[in-house]
């Protein structure tokens, strides 16, 4: 069973346009929340993260919001370029005296139609 | 600075074939992780290390062992291949354990067929 879920599975989105991908975690002890990006071929690359105590974060085109209550947060990408056409994983780090494991969640691929 | 690198790209075994996929960083991070990528699955970690000597299992162990005799290297053991253990292989490094590893380099990965 994921403990985080990720939607939606795909996207398609025009240039120009917003992409949302939505994720929704289980495990209240997850410290941090980071968001990669994977194009064909390659592994996948930090993109941008978020603490939880933070609501939202922006990077350039990129925004991260985050609801600690509902236990939800997701990726925006604003004027979505072809060039953005990648797979992307939301993840969560759990911090402990065992160890550090990134939980990820199951990817959303997105494609930006020109 | 080469960052993460993987050995062999592409790889096919025969069930219950045994063999090893190389990981190496020249990055000094004191992280390593093994995770494998299935579709619609995300990336499941399989073991990490946070320094040399020191291993721990992650989500889908089994079948798998690991050892860290350098900073440097992490080898990822399959014992004795099955069809299951199809999939994508990644190695990633992070400089830090702790609340940095949210930060992780990956390699390019290992693409595993098992028939």
């Known amino acids: 069973q994921q403990q985080v879920k990720q939607s939606p599975q795909s996207l398609i989105v025009q240039k120009g346009g917003i992409s949302i991908i939505n994720c929704a975690y289980e495990?209240?002890?997850?410290?941090?929340f980071p968001w990669y990006q994977q194009f064909p071929g390659k592994g996948p690359a930090l993109l941008i993260a978020i603490r939880p105590d933070v609501s939202e974060k922006k990077e350039g085109r990129f925004t991260i919001s985050f609801n600690k209550s509902a236990k939800q947060f997701s990726l925006h990408i604003m004027d979505s370029q072809p060039g953005d056409s990648a797979t992307y994983f939301c993840?969560?780090?759990?911090?402990?005296?065992?160890?550090?494991?990134?939980?990820f969640g199951g990817g959303t691929r997105l494609m930006v139609k020109p | 600075n080469a960052g993460v690198t993987q050995t062999p790209k592409f790889q096919v075994l025969k069930t219950g074939q045994s063999m090893t996929l190389q990981c190496a960083q020249d990055?000094?991070?004191?992280?390593m992780s093994w995770y494998r990528q299935d579709p619609g699955m995300g990336l499941r970690l399989i073991h990490y290390?946070?320094?040399?000597?020191?291993?721990d299992q992650g989500e889908v162990p089994n079948g798998y062992n690991v050892s860290r005799s350098t900073t440097e290297d992490f080898p990822l053991r399959l014992l004795s291949a099955a069809p299951s253990q199809t999939s994508v292989y990644f190695c990633?490094?992070?400089?830090?354990?702790?609340?940095?590893?949210?930060?992780?380099?990956f390699g390019p990965g290992t693409r595993l067929t098992v028939t």
């Open positions: 990633a490094s992070s400089y830090l354990p702790g609340l940095a590893a949210y930060e992780q380099y």
């Open positions: 290390s946070v320094g040399a000597g020191i291993t």
């Open positions: 495990n209240t002890a997850f410290d941090y």
């Open positions: 993840a969560a780090l759990t911090d402990n005296n065992a160890g550090n494991m990134l939980t």
């Open positions: 990055m000094n991070h004191e992280y």
